[in-house]
C-alpha cells in the first residue's frame, strides 16, 4: 500500500497544498506549530474517518474559512485509487472514493495505517482503554466486519445502560434486561474471540521483534485478559457465559447505571520475562515493549491483508533512544512506506534514506 499523492485545501494551516510522496521514508522536519502532523492527520484521517488529534471537524478547517477539501491519491494491490473528504461548517462532511459517495462505516479498511505517537508510549502504563482502542483498530483494519460488530456492540451498551438507569428511576422494567442481554451475549462472544485469535498472533510477532530490540536478552508475552473470568480459562461457550455473568450482575448494573459485563472491559496485559511491564517495568523496557508492538503490528495487517499498511511516525524519533531508532529505521527502510515528522535532523543517518520535506508556517520545500 502506498500514498502516492495528497493535495489540501483550507485544512489547517494549508491554504493549498500539492504534495507526491515516494514509496519509501517521507521526513518532514521543521519546528513545532509549524505543520507538520497536518499532513500525519490528513493520512490518518482519510484512513480512519478522524483525527487522532480532536473528535470536531470543523477544528480542520482553516480559520475563518467555511469550507475545507482534502484529496489523497493511493495504491492499494497495485490499483490507483482516489479518496476525497469535504468539510463544512454547515454540515456533515462528504465522503467520496473513487467517484461515488461513501458513508465512513464503510471507509474503514479502504487505505490501512499504523500510527505511532508519542502518546503511545504510555500504551502500556495507561488505562485499559488505550490498550482496548489498539487492538480494535488494528483487527477493524483487517475486517471491516469486525468494526461493524463492534459499532454494534458499542450502541447496545449505550442502550442498555440507558435502560438500567430508567430501571433505578422506577421509569422501566428489569423484565425488559433480558433481551438486550441475549444480544449483548452473542455479540460479545464473537468480538471476544476475533481478539483472542489477534492477540496469538500478535504475540509471536511482537516477542520476534522484541527480542531482535533487545538482543535476545528479553522475552515479551502478550496475553488478553477477560473481565471478570477466573483464572482468565476461557469457556467452550462464550456466549452462556456472557449470558450467565450480565444476569449476575443486573442488581449492581442497575444501581451504577453502566453495564459492568462486556468485551468493554476487558485488557490486555504485556509481560517481559513473566514480568508485568505494567507494574514493574522500567520506562526503557515499556518504551521497547511498545515499539516491539507496533512493529508487530504492522506484520499482523500484513498478513491479514497481503500488503504492510502506511506506517506514520509523529514526532516519535526524539522519544526513543539512539538503539531503538536505529531498529525501527532498519526495521522499515526499503519495506514500508512511511511518514515521519521530527524536529532535528540528527535523529536519521548521514546517508540519503529518502525524502525530506522542511516545514515553515504551512509551506513545505523537497
Do not use: C
Not at 56 to 66: H, R
Not at 292 to 301: P, V, Y
Request: positive net charge.
Amino acid at each position: 500500500m502506498r500514498v502516492k499523492q495528497i493535495s489540501l485545501h483550507n485544512y489547517r494551516n494549508y491554504n493549498a497544498l500539492s504534495l507526491e510522496f515516494t514509496h519509501n521514508l517521507n521526513i518532514f522536519l521543521g519546528q513545532n506549530a509549524q505543520g507538520k502532523t497536518n499532513i500525519i492527520e490528513a493520512i490518518y484521517y482519510a484512513a480512519m474517518g478522524h483525527s487522532h488529534r480532536t473528535n470536531i471537524d470543523n477544528d480542520l478547517i482553516q480559520w475563518e474559512q467555511s469550507k475545507a477539501k482534502v484529496n489523497l491519491v493511493f495504491d492499494r494491490m497495485m490499483v490507483e485509487n482516489k479518496l476525497s473528504f469535504n468539510f463544512s461548517t454547515e454540515k456533515n462532511k462528504e465522503i467520496i472514493y473513487n467517484g461515488h459517495p461513501i458513508k465512513q462505516k464503510d471507509l474503514i479498511g479502504v487505505i490501512n495505517v499504523v500510527l505511532f505517537s508519542p502518546e503511545d508510549l504510555s500504551l502500556i502504563k495507561g488505562a485499559p482503554a488505550g490498550r482496548r482502542r489498539f487492538i480494535d483498530i488494528e483487527i477493524s483494519q483487517a475486517s471491516p466486519i469486525y468494526y461493524k460488530q463492534l459499532s454494534k456492540y458499542n450502541r447496545i451498551v449505550a442502550q442498555r445502560n440507558m435502560l438500567l438507569k430508567k430501571i433505578k428511576e422506577r421509569k422501566s422494567s428489569k423484565d425488559l434486561l433480558e433481551s438486550w442481554d441475549t444480544q449483548l451475549a452473542v455479540i460479545a462472544r464473537d468480538l471476544v474471540m476475533k481478539r483472542l485469535d489477534a492477540i496469538k498472533k500478535l504475540n509471536m510477532l511482537a516477542n520476534l521483534m522484541h527480542r531482535k530490540i533487545s538482543t535476545n536478552k528479553e522475552s515479551l508475552e502478550i496475553s488478553y485478559i477477560i473481565a471478570g473470568l477466573e483464572d482468565n480459562i476461557v469457556p467452550e461457550d462464550l456466549n452462556t457465559w456472557y449470558n450467565n455473568k450480565l444476569s449476575e450482575s443486573r442488581e449492581i448494573d442497575i444501581i451504577r447505571g453502566n453495564t459492568s459485563v462486556g468485551p468493554h472491559r476487558d485488557d490486555i496485559i504485556l509481560k517481559v520475562n513473566n514480568i508485568n511491564l505494567r507494574s514493574f517495568g522500567s520506562q526503557g523496557q515499556q518504551r521497547t515493549g511498545v515499539l516491539a508492538l507496533k512493529l508487530a503490528e504492522l506484520e499482523f495487517i500484513k498478513s491479514e491483508t497481503g500488503e504492510y499498511p502506511v506506517l506514520l511516525l509523529d514526532d516519535v524519533m526524539s522519544e526513543l533512544d539512539a538503539n531503538r531508532r536505529e531498529q525501527l529505521l532498519l526495521f522499515i527502510r526499503d519495506r514500508i512506506q512511511t511518514f515521519i515528522t521530527a524536529t532535528d535532523m540528527n535523529y536519521f543517518p548521514k546517508e540519503n534514506i529518502g525524502k525530506y520535506y522542511h516545514v515553515v508556517a504551512g509551506k513545505i520545500v523537497e
